[in-house]
């Protein structure tokens, strides 16, 4: 009877192992809680400042901020060093009317590497 409930719990066990390791990995990586512009807003130019807050320390120094622009065309942005420790942030400037993505890689404290987009529009003024 012993050994039944050994074979029973085995597989509960190795489960719960996998899940909460996959937890632990999940819950290092940096995660954006907030950003600005915000996911396909509309906002007014030419000068748009861009900030983006995570749930975790960034490292700003290897961290990066790409502007596809409408045509297709990337420029990189120069990330302001006075951010607080969770936030990245750049001022993008001279922009054009039209569709614009940010392209971020926000890299945390504890080593993991985080991408995303963001797609916005600047309106016509």
Request: aromatic share 6%; net charge positive; with cysteine.
């Amino acid at each position: 009877m012993y050994s039944a409930r050994r074979k029973c719990f085995a597989p509960l066990l190795f489960v719960t192992a996998a899940l909460l390791l996959l937890v632990a990995s999940a819950a290092a990586h940096a995660v954006l809680l907030e950003s600005s512009p915000s996911l396909n807003a509309a906002v007014a130019g030419p000068d748009v400042p861009i900030k983006l807050r995570f749930n975790v320390r960034i490292d700003a120094s290897r961290s990066r901020f790409t502007l596809v622009r409408p045509d297709g065309t990337t420029t990189p942005l120069e990330l302001a060093k006075d951010s607080p420790a969770d936030t990245l942030s750049a001022q993008a400037s001279g922009l054009a009317p039209g569709a614009y993505r940010l392209r971020w890689q926000a890299l945390a404290s504890d080593g993991h590497i985080t991408r995303g987009e963001i797609p916005f529009t600047v309106a016509r003024t």
